[in-house]
T-cell receptor
């Protein structure tokens, strides 16, 4: 089955700096890669996603890149703010009937210092 | 529009007891999923409903876990009898189409 590795496990940055979180996946059939942000006491919130026919996607300060050949994808947050502090999860899934079976990475605790 | 809701938010039970978790998906979402996160580990898939049918239950750990979605609306996840290793946070999610899942706040289950 699919295996997703996420790094780093913790990331500490100063407000205004950029943050990058990287994930690798094992199943070449995976074709959908969402990123989730989880704040304390809440469930994971979808912040951006990318499909395998796209190399990069941006939404304001957040961007995701995908390298299908190397089987890795990354989350980039620019101009970080204290409210970006949270746990971030990457995930991957394939198509067909298994589309609902997300395989998650281990999570990255992002801390943005004012 | 209300999001995915889960009840209870916390549950503390003793080993051997039964617990039932409930999930109300976003209205109109045919797809409903259960995931859980055991302490310190990644979030893991349990099962997937499409309306009232189980599309994929390959993540259910054993037969102590029973999920139902009668009528294709809300879902329940029963653990009977509960074991210590069942402790964790149980998330429910729903989606309209094949992707873009929306998660609920989770139920934190503690088995003593």
């Amino acid at each position: 089955g699919e295996n997703v590795e996420q790094h780093p496990s913790t990331l500490s940055v100063q407000e205004g700096d950029s943050a990058v979180i990287k994930c690798t996946y094992s199943d070449s059939a995976s074709n959908y890669f969402p990123w989730y942000k989880q704040e304390l006491g809440k469930g994971p919130q979808l912040i951006i996603d990318i499909r395998s026919n796209v190399g990069e996607k941006k939404d304001q300060r957040i961007a995701v890149t995908l390298n299908k050949t190397a089987k890795h994808f990354s989350l980039h947050i620019t101009e970080t703010q204290p409210e970006d502090s949270a746990v971030y999860f990457c995930a991957a899934t394939g198509g067909g009937t298994s589309y609902g079976k997300l395989t998650f990475g281990q999570g990255t605790i992002l801390t943005v210092h004012p | 529009e209300a999001g995915v809701t889960q009840f209870p938010s916390h549950s503390v039970i003793e080993k051997g007891q039964t617990v039932t978790l409930r999930c109300d998906p976003i209205s109109g979402h045919d797809n409903l999923y259960w995931y859980r996160r055991v302490m310190g580990k990644e979030i893991k898939f349990l099962l997937h409903f499409v309306k009232e049918s189980k599309q994929d239950e390959s993540g259910m750990p054993n037969n102590r876990f029973l999920a139902e979605r009668t009528g294709g609306t809300y879902s329940t996840l029963k653990v009977q009898p509960a074991e210590l290793e069942d402790s964790g946070v149980y998330f429910c999610a729903s989606s309209q189409g094949a992707l873009a899942m929306f998660f609920g706040p989770g139920t934190r289950l503690t088995v003593l």
